[in-house]
C-alpha cells in the first residue's frame, strides 16, 4: 500500500501525527532536503531493525528520492514482522514537485 504526496501533506497540515515517517536516503540527500523523520539509509536498515521496534505497531511511511528505495524498505520491514508499513509514491522528487 502506497501513501501519496497529497495525504501526507494533508496529514501535516491537519497536525496529524499518527504515523513514524522513515527516510532510506542516503545522508548527503538528507541534508539536501528532507521532512523529518526517523534517518535510516536502506544499506544500515537491516542492521538497525532495534531502532525501528518501537514503532512495530505504528504505521509508517517510507521515503526516498523517488520511491525505488523505499520501496525495498518497506519489503524488508514486512518481513521482519511490521504490518502497517507505506511507501510514499514518487518519494521527495514528488513531494518537491
Do not use: W
Not at 505504528?58 to 525495498?72: D, F, L, P, T, W
Amino acid at each position: 500500500m502506497e501513501a501519496t504526496v497529497e495525504e501526507l501533506k494533508q496529514r501535516e497540515t491537519d497536525g496529524k501525527n499518527d504515523y513514524v515517517l522513515l527516510d532510506v536516503r542516503e545522508d548527503y540527500e538528507r541534508a539536501e532536503f528532507n521532512v523529518g523523520g526517523i534517518h535510516v539509509p536502506l544499506g544500515q536498515l537491516s542492521m538497525s531493525m532495534d531502532k525501528l521496534t518501537p514503532y512495530r505497531d505504528q504505521e509508517i511511511i517510507v521515503y526516498c528520492r523517488s520511491g525505488k528505495r523505499s520501496a525495498m524498505a518497506q519489503e524488508l520491514l514486512r518481513q521482519c514482522g511490521f504490518k502497517n508499513v507505506r511507501n510514499l509514491e514518487g518519494g521527495m522528487l514528488a513531494y518537491q514537485g
